[in-house]
């Protein structure tokens, strides 16, 4: 069983950065790929961006594209997802996942593990 905790959530007015990182437990053939997914309230899940464990190719939504950067620590097993130019609609939780296959999928179907999610706030 893959552990997953996102960290690095926060308040940050519009225009700033944050950056957040997902710590995995472990590294196993179970997780491949790692997916930062958002969920504002009263809306549906949706992908943010997405990254493979091996090959570093990356995914990212048309909406954070020129915003956000996805990044990988395969020494600590760690995710980064760097948050620039943020805007109020970036307000969500935001949660990290992983996915048995290498490749970055957009589809929250395609990931097995998912964290708790950690917070991120953007004041207008």
């Known amino acids: 069983q893959v552990q997953l905790v996102e960290s690095g959530g926060g308040l940050v007015q519009a225009g700033g950065s944050l950056r957040l990182s997902c710590a995995a437990s472990?590294?196993?053939?179970?997780?491949?790929?790692m997916g930062w997914f958002r969920q504002a309230p009263g809306k549906e899940r949706e992908f943010v961006a997405a990254?493979?464990?091996?090959?570093?190719?990356?995914k990212y939504a048309d909406s954070v594209k020129d915003r956000f950067t996805i990044s990988r620590d395969n020494a600590k097993d760690t995710v980064s997802l760097q948050l620039n130019s943020l805007k109020p609609e970036d307000t969500a939780v935001y949660y990290c996942?992983?996915?048995?296959?290498?490749?970055?999928?957009?589809?929250?179907?395609?990931?097995?593990?998912w964290g708790q999610g950690t917070q991120v706030t953007v004041s207008s």
């Open positions: 996942a992983c996915r048995k296959g290498s490749a970055p999928m957009a589809s929250g179907y395609e990931y097995t593990y």
């Open positions: 990254i493979s464990w091996s090959s570093g190719l990356k």
């Open positions: 472990e590294r196993t053939s179970s997780c491949n790929a």
